[in-house]
């Protein structure tokens, strides 16, 4: 009974958008009761996300949803147009490499500084599929927390091009990055904007060239568009929705179950002490681009509705 309360008072207290402090004491009551999925809420949200967006299908340009000769529309550029020719469709897989409700539980990692000294990497080690996002660090300092076991990871191009002079030089020192995530399979933004493409492509000729078994795979603008247009219809107004916010997206579809760990969006953690900009170092990102606490606010909202679980204190499993 008193879970119940709890969560229709935080319901209408999200949907006020209360100062946060107000919203910090709402979230730590809602601790207090155990977190229990309810199938038939998160069910109902799944089943409405196959309609927007369908990520079984979508989530990735594909030989079967782009075929040979479509001129595919860019995110942004709406222009722009990639003729998808003999070399380019090669790299696509055959069909979308993952399925409705594939995998039991699947933990979605944000780069948060709330996950610092948060003990959570055995929980995220112990999750039968991981994503993260924008080649974060994990090494040996950082396990402790974040874990090591990644399956999908993702590659802002801008880090390529800032970090790795575009792919044009030297292609070894981004390769050894790539090693440390092991199998896990690189997701780019290639179809986002017409900048994004050739960088983008690029990383599949170099991982082909190390023999590598990481696939590559790349977001379908289409995809893209109706998760946005999802998001901007409950209130999620930014330039563009996080990377983070497309993963837990599509692992709402992919995964019976969606734990997210180091999604907070603000200087402090609940209790009130001031936390890093993310968990390796403080960097700010550029202002009015992301709408993070909105992100949050529905994240905050949906874990409290029993669709997903939000992570935000200290992990004590497995
Ligand atoms: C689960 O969600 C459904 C649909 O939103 C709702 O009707 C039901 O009351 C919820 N069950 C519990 C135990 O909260
Ligand atoms: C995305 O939205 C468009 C326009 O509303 C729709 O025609 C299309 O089927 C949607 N895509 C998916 C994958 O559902
Ligand atoms: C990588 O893949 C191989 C073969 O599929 C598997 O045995 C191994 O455990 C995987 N490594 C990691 C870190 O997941």
């Not at 989530?59 to 722009?80: A, M, R």
Request: with cysteine.
């Amino acid at each position: 009974h008193r879970a119940q309360t709890l969560t229709s008072v935080c319901l209408f207290f999200f949907f006020l958008r209360v100062k946060q402090t107000e919203l910090f004491d709402r979230w730590k009551s809602l601790q207090i009761c155990k977190w229990e999925m309810n199938v038939t809420a998160a069910n109902l949200f799944k089943s409405t996300l196959s309609r927007c967006c369908n990520a079984p299908a979508f989530l990735f340009t594909t030989q079967k949803n782009t075929p040979l000769g479509t001129k595919l529309k860019y995110e942004v550029d709406t222009s722009g147009i990639f003729h998808i020719n003999q070399e380019i469709f090669r790299m696509f897989p055959k069909d979308m490499p993952y399925y409705r409700s594939q995998f039991k539980k699947c933990a979605v990692v944000g780069n948060g500084g709330i996950l610092k000294n948060s003990r959570c990497g055995r929980e995220i080690n112990s999750a039968d599929f991981v994503f993260r996002c924008n080649l974060p660090p994990i090494s040996e300092k950082y396990t402790v927390d974040v874990g090591v076991k990644t399956d999908v990871v993702t590659v802002n191009p801008s880090i390529i091009t800032e970090r790795f002079h575009k792919l044009e030089k030297w292609r070894k020192p981004f390769y050894d990055v790539l090693q440390v995530y092991e199998n896990a399979s690189v997701l780019l933004p290639a179809f986002y904007n017409t900048r994004n493409t050739d960088v983008s492509i690029r990383v599949k000729y170099v991982l082909d060239d190390f023999e590598s078994q990481q696939a590559v795979y790349y977001f379908h603008p289409q995809y893209l568009i109706n998760v946005s247009r999802y998001w901007l219809g409950q209130g999620v107004r930014a330039k563009r929705i996080s990377t983070g916010l497309i993963l837990v997206t599509a692992a709402l579809e992919l995964c019976e179950e969606v734990h997210l760990f180091g999604f907070w969006a603000f200087p402090m953690n609940p209790s009130g002490i001031f936390i890093t900009h993310h968990y390796y170092d403080n960097v700010k990102p550029r202002p009015g681009f992301h709408a993070m606490p909105s992100e949050i606010f529905n994240f905050l909202h949906m874990h409290s509705k029993g669709i997903l679980r939000v992570h935000t204190g200290t992990c004590s499993c497995c």
